[in-house]
């Protein structure tokens, strides 16, 4: 029996199937639209949102996993008997870890059973650490030696994604580097890249298709020559594109795990519709 648990949250976009077989604990980030509160990805799903955000009138915002949740979180494992190591977006782009650092200084004595692991990433970058760090501990590693794991294991992955537009992330304050981009013409997709723990600009290119090959030629790039190579897509409202992309990448790394995976309406509020990207993981 393990002697932890994982707990990440729910930009990490790990596939529910594979959160329950690695008992892994998302924790859900928080939409907030037309003075209602959403839990990410349990109270509104990503199809719903979508189709609500064409009408809208008014933009929804964003909030992080607030304290309260994390302690019920964190004192619901340490109940069980159980340590928790908490692995979660990268705080250059949310205040989560902020929330999870102050639940467990709430816990008193009982959160010296708490550990947490800033991520760097986002999306299936940060799901793949998630993973990475639960397979560990099924076969045996320490809690201190996967939480040494998912600490360093955005060296060895990543996140690239094309947006239809900026106007979701500079209207966020996510943009990064990318704020150079602003202005630029209109057919131009920009091409991100989550970096040093923030959302850098990579380039510009001229249409949808060529940023979806620019993608895929940067993911490749990073794992020429790599070992056991995990990629996932990520969408917003763009299934079609992402599925091809994500066929296509399958074919040219031959991954040992490839995985189709949605942005979840709290990201989306920020990349917008139409984003397409991959995230990858190498040993």
Not at 165 to 186: D, K, M, N, V
Request: hydrophobic share 45%.
């Amino acid at each position: 029996m393990p002697k932890f648990a994982i707990v990440t949250d729910s930009t990490s976009y790990i596939p529910t199937d594979l959160a329950q077989k690695h008992g892994i604990t998302i924790t859900p980030q928080v939409l907030i639209w037309e003075e209602r509160t959403y839990r990410d990805g349990v109270d509104i799903q990503p199809a719903e949102f979508y189709a609500r955000l064409k009408t809208a009138k008014v933009m929804p915002s964003t909030s992080q996993v607030s304290p309260a949740t994390m302690q019920e979180v964190f004192e619901g494992i340490v109940n069980k008997g159980l340590s928790a190591l908490g692995v979660f977006i990268s705080s250059k782009l949310s205040g989560t870890l902020q929330s999870a650092i102050q639940a467990k200084d709430m816990m008193g004595s009982a959160g010296e059973k708490v550990t947490l692991v800033d991520s760097q990433s986002t999306a299936m970058g940060l799901g793949f650490h998630a993973l990475a760090a639960a397979r560990a501990m099924e076969a045996g590693a320490s809690l201190e030696d996967c939480a040494a794991l998912a600490a360093r294991a955005h060296e060895r992955s990543g996140v690239y994604f094309a947006v239809d537009t900026l106007e979701f992330l500079h209207r966020g304050g996510r943009i990064g580097s990318a704020q150079r981009f602003i202005g630029s013409a209109l057919n131009l997709k920009p091409i991100l890249a989550v970096t040093g723990g923030k959302v850098e600009g990579i380039e510009r290119i001229r249409t949808k298709g060529k940023a979806h090959d620019r993608v895929l030629e940067l993911v490749a790039e990073q794992v020429n020559g790599k070992s056991n190579i995990r990629i996932a897509t990520l969408h917003a409202n763009a299934a079609d594109d992402a599925k091809k992309l994500l066929d296509r990448a399958a074919a040219e790394v031959s991954p040992v795990e490839s995985l189709f995976t949605e942005v979840s309406p709290v990201v989306g509020t920020h990349a917008g519709p139409g984003t397409v990207g991959l995230a990858y993981m190498f040993d």
